[in-house]
């Protein structure tokens, strides 16, 4: 099977929230791209977030002490679970994020990821995606 992913994934496993509507759960940011990110919760906490609403969640991690906190606005939640796992796994689509963020997200990629050339072909499909959306969306 080949791996269709426009952009390239970096492994964090790093704390992080999820929030919606006023209720946050605690979660493991898994690993991350320009357009998605994969996080790890428990099914207790993951009882407590809708996942039949519309409205945005938002999920917040910082990948260091150092580092800048990064916010992502996500439309799609998708749940994996394996009940050999004690964690549920949930794929998200990023929907939005601020320019601030996105400069932190590529950075952090760009220093995590062992291809050199990754920054400049993500920033492009990246470009890319954003355009194609704008273009639907008019």
Do not use: W
Not at 40 to 58: G, K, M, N, T, W
Not at 87 to 109: F, Q
């Amino acid at each position: 099977m080949t791996d269709k992913r426009q952009f390239q994934r970096v492994e964090l496993d790093v704390p992080g929230t999820l929030a919606h509507e006023g209720k946050e759960i605690h979660v493991i940011v898994h690993d991350v791209s320009l357009q998605g990110i994969k996080l790890l919760a428990s099914e207790s906490a993951l009882s407590i977030l809708p996942f039949d609403s519309h409205d945005p969640y938002v999920a917040t991690f910082q990948a260091n002490e150092d580092s800048p906190e990064i916010t992502l606005y996500i439309e799609q939640l998708y749940r994996h679970a394996d009940t050999r796992q004690s964690l549920v796994s949930l794929g998200c689509k990023v929907a939005r994020m601020d320019i601030n963020c996105v400069s932190a997200l590529r950075r952090l990629i760009a220093l995590n990821s062992e291809d050199e050339g990754i920054e400049e072909r993500d920033l492009n499909a990246l470009v890319n995606a954003v355009y194609q959306q704008e273009s639907k969306a008019g």
